[in-house]
Every structure is written in C-alpha cells, then in structure tokens.
C-alpha cells in the first residue's frame, strides 16, 4: 500500500507472488512480490503469469516418483481470503468429491450423473462470470469475484470453503463451470438454508471436470492393477493400501479440524463473551467511581446549598418589605395612570375634533383654490380688455393731438390773411372734417 499503486495492481501481484497459494507469503515470495511491485513502480506492467526464471528454486516443480503419497500442508489456509486454497483438511491429493482421484482406485465405469445447476441458473451465472472475467482468460480469480461472494452476506469462512469445494482442481481460479457451481452453493444457502456438503458428490462434479484425471504427481501403478510382476504387484498393493489410509487419515484429519475449528469458534465466542463481561465489568467500576465522585461532590454542594438557603431567606424578607413598598408605589402609580388615561381620552377627543376642522379647512382651501383660479382667470380677461383700452386711449390721445392741431391751423386761417382764397378754406374744411370723422369714429369703435 505505501507503494500507492493501484488495488487491481497489487492484487494481481499478490496473485502471482501466492504460489503455492496457501493466503500467505514466505521469504521467497515476499521477495518476488517486492521484486515485482518495483518492477511497477519503474512503469514495467505486471505479468499476467509468473515467468519460470521469477519462481524461486524452493517453489520450482520437483519430480514425483511413483506411488509417492503428497504432504499435508504445514497450516490451513486463511479464512479470510477467497484465493485460498481449500480449506477444512482438504489436501491436494483428494479430487472434489473428496474421494481418492481415478488414478487412485480401481477402474471402473462411470454411470452418467445429471449436473445440479439448473441450466437456467447456469445461464445467468455464465453472464456473471463474462462479466466479472475482466482479462478475459476464462477464469476468475478470488480479488475479481469477492465483491459478489461478499455480496450474498455469508460469513467468510463458508465462503472459503464453498470456494474450496468449486476449485476442484486447485489451482486458486475458478472456470466458468466452477463459477456456476460456487454461485449455485452459495444461493442454495441464502435462499433454502442448505449448508454446502463437506465434499462434492458426484452430481456436484461440474461436467467439464468428470472424466478428467486431476494431476496429484501419482503414476498409474498406485492404482492397485495388476502388472504380472510380483514385485511390482506388491508394490502396488502396499501402494494401494497406504492410499487407503492416508484417505482414511484425511477423512479424520478433515473431521479434527471441523471440530478445531468448531472448538475454536466457542473458545472464540467464550472469549467475546469473557470480553464484553469484562468490559461491562470495567464500565460498571467506572460508574460506580463516577458515582462516587458525584456524591461527594453533592455533599459539597449540599453545604453549599445550606449556606445559600440561608442567605436566600434573608434575602426574601428584604424582598417581601421591598415589595410592600413597591405595592404602596404601583397603587399610586395606577391611580396617576388613571388619570393620565382621562386626560389622553381628553386629548384624543379634542385631536379628533381639529382633525375635522382641518378636513373642513382643507375643503374650503380646495374651494377657494377653484374660485382662485376663476378669478385669476377673469382677472386675465380683464387685463386683456384694458390692454386694449389702453391701446385704444393712445390711439384716441393722437386723434385729439391731431384734432387740436387742425384746430389751431383752422384758427391761424381764420385770423390769417383775408385774401386767401375760398377754395383754399374750403379744402382746409374739408380735411379738419375728415380728420374729426376718423378720430371720433375710432372713439365709437372702441366704446
């Protein structure tokens, strides 16, 4: 994780890095999963398999001779991870029905045996498995199909040993038929309550796995036929019985580690039972402290309450004089109120009447703003007319001028020179009449 590369990076791997894949890692391991983290880091992509000159010496393949029985593993698997390999005593020399493999019993003909995966399960658990195969090598690794084995909500070790049960072959990845085949445990549990069996019975065998000898590094002479040869006769005998033990030895060993590992979940039950009593005991000591502290903080307060009681009271007799006091005050104060409130009624009722008047004031304004306005505008008219009269007395003002000029020139006539001749007269009278005519024609005009 310190490395930050991405999570399907380090699973892959952790995937290649488990070779024997027991969930855990040895020296030689921890050091190829190093090597290969670094290899990362230096934007080198991670293998898809582990190459032949990355697999440590101690992990290489050895030669099995024949009749050879396999080793027991050292320690069971983790039963927190599905990669494992199967778990509850199963060992690589058992098949998935867990009985010894065809190689190791006597030949004879196989009945056909229906499969137990329905086939309309079957097709929606293949489209699953396309999708979930995300490489697309036709196998699904634990890292890829854990989200949906965790999905179904059992606990983790079921899950390793349904998982255990599917890999029939043992090779930490699952074929589309084991897919089906673990997916359709895992509903038969979640839906109806049936535990997965202890190994596979032969309808459980998926169909593409029957038939198919599974590799052990056992040859054919420990299957106990007869080759004419006495000494290999024997062997194979002693071969064939040895297989016969060790298959009954398995069957115990399975049945010892059930019931470990059934011991170890009361002991581990016990414990969280001894744990959670222990903790309650550890709360209930705590309270019960707590609780103390508390009392002997309310006996101080206690005294404490004492004292303030005391003082409290005091206090309340000065409180009930200051009361009397303020009573004699408030009954004073309602009487001033009172009146206070008659003479408010008084003022509200006199603002009430000046509101009217100004309302009546206001009226009579508007009316004589209107008349105002009336008068303005015959003051207006009145101004024009004696505009006009003024207009008309100047012009009048020069007629008389003219007239009176007239006049005196009609005066120097008749005082002038005798000799001058009528007809001059006649024409002088004849302009002071015409400049008479239009001076007071202009007169009766204007009036």
């Not at 199909?145 to 349904?162: C, D, R, W, Y």
């Not at 997916?183 to 032969?202: F, N, R, T």
């Not at 006049?407 to 024409?427: F, I, R, V």
Request: proline share 5%.
């Amino acid at each position: 994780m310190n490395s930050k590369l991405p999570l399907d990076v380090l699973g892959r791997v952790w995937d290649l890095s488990d070779i024997d894949k027991d969930g855990h890692l040895d020296r030689d391991e921890f050091a190829v999963a190093m090597h290969l983290v670094y290899r990362a880091l230096e934007k080198e992509p991670v293998p898809s398999v582990l190459p032949p000159s990355l697999i440590p010496p101690s992990k290489r393949k050895k030669t099995v001779f024949p009749g050879a029985v396999p080793v027991l593993p050292a320690s069971p698997p983790p039963k927190d991870s599905l990669r494992s390999t199967p778990s509850h005593g199963s060992v690589s020399s058992l098949n998935s029905t867990g009985s010894l493999s065809p190689k190791h019993s006597i030949k004879q003909t196989q009945p056909t045996v229906s499969w137990v995966v329905p086939v309309a399960d079957k097709m929606r658990f293949d489209e699953i498995f396309l999708k979930t195969d995300l490489d697309l090598d036709g196998y699904v690794s634990g890292q890829e199909v854990k989200e949906i084995f965790m999905h179904s909500g059992l606990t983790q070790n079921l899950l390793a040993h349904i998982w255990a049960l599917a890999d029939t072959r043992q090779t930490g990845k699952l074929s589309k038929d084991q897919f089906a085949l673990a997916m359709y445990l895992i509903q038969q549990k979640v839906s109806k309550g049936i535990d997965p069996p202890q190994v596979l019975s032969p309808d459980m065998v998926p169909p593409s796995e029957r038939g198919t000898p599974i590799p052990d590094g056992s040859s054919s002479l420990g299957s106990g036929e007869f080759t004419g040869v006495k000494e290999l006769d024997d062997i194979s005998q002693e071969i064939a019985q040895l297989q016969r033990e060790k298959y009954s030895l398995e069957q115990d060993i399975r049945e010892k580690e059930e019931a470990i590992r059934q011991k170890s979940n009361e002991v581990q039950e016990l414990q969280n039972d001894l744990d959670r009593e222990t903790s309650s005991l550890q709360e209930l000591e705590a309270q019960k402290q707590d609780a103390q502290d508390r009392l002997d903080e309310m006996d101080q307060q206690k005294a404490k309450l004492r004292d303030m009681l005391s003082d409290v009271r005091q206090k309340c007799q000065d409180e009930t004089q200051m009361i009397s006091s303020l009573k004699t005050q408030i009954q004073s104060q309602e009487s001033d109120l009172k009146s206070q409130e008659d003479d408010l009624n008084r003022a509200k009722s006199e603002l009430n009447r000046l509101q009217q008047e100004e309302t009546q004031l206001e009226q009579s304004i508007q009316a004589g703003k209107v008349q105002l306005e009336t008068i303005i505008k015959s003051l207006k008219s009145t101004q024009d007319e004696i505009n006009q009269a003024r207009s008309k007395l100047s012009q009048l003002h020069e007629s008389h001028q003219e007239a009176h000029r007239t006049l005196e020139q009609y005066d120097e006539a008749l005082d002038g020179a005798h000799g001058a001749s009528l007809t001059n007269l006649a024409d002088l009278s004849e302009g002071v009449s015409l400049t008479e005519r239009g001076g007071f024609g202009a007169m009766v005009k204007v009036e």
